[in-house]
Structures are given as C-alpha cells and as structure tokens.
C-alpha cells in the first residue's frame, strides 16, 4: 500500500510539472510527446486510485 501511494504522489508531481511546461514548449515534435507523456500519466493516476480504492474496500 505504502509503495502505491509514493507512486501516486510521483506521478502526481510528474504531471503538475508536464502541465506547468505545456505553454513553454515550442517545438511540436517535443510538445506532442510532452501530450501523449501526460495522457498516459493521468491514466496511471486514475488506474492508481482505483487500485488504492480496491485495496482500502478489501
């Protein structure tokens, strides 16, 4: 549970920090990795939490 949590408070920080950058970024190639990095973490912070809410409902 412990390691569950430090890894929703890493991807938490990962994407504050990719959504901060967004507006600096001017080269498309790099903000459209930027994009795709920050869909995929927002995904692992919702599979994250249900796997958090599983875990406390057990």
Same mark, same amino acid.
């Given at each position: 549970?412990?390691?569950?949590?430090?890894?929703?408070?890493?991807?938490?920080?990962?994407?504050?920090?990719?959504?901060?950058? $967004?507006?600096?970024?001017?080269?498309?190639? %790099?903000?459209? @990795?930027?994009? &795709? $990095?920050?869909?995929?973490?927002?995904?692992? %912070?919702?599979? @994250?939490?249900? &796997?958090?809410?599983?875990?406390?409902?057990?």
């Amino acid at each position: 549970m412990m390691e569950i949590h430090e890894l929703l408070n890493f991807k938490t920080i990962c994407t504050a920090k990719a959504k901060a950058m $967004d507006g600096l970024v001017t080269d498309r190639e %790099l903000k459209q @990795l930027m994009q &795709l $990095d920050l869909q995929q973490s927002m995904q692992a %912070l919702n599979n @994250l939490q249900a &796997l958090l809410t599983r875990a406390h409902a057990q």
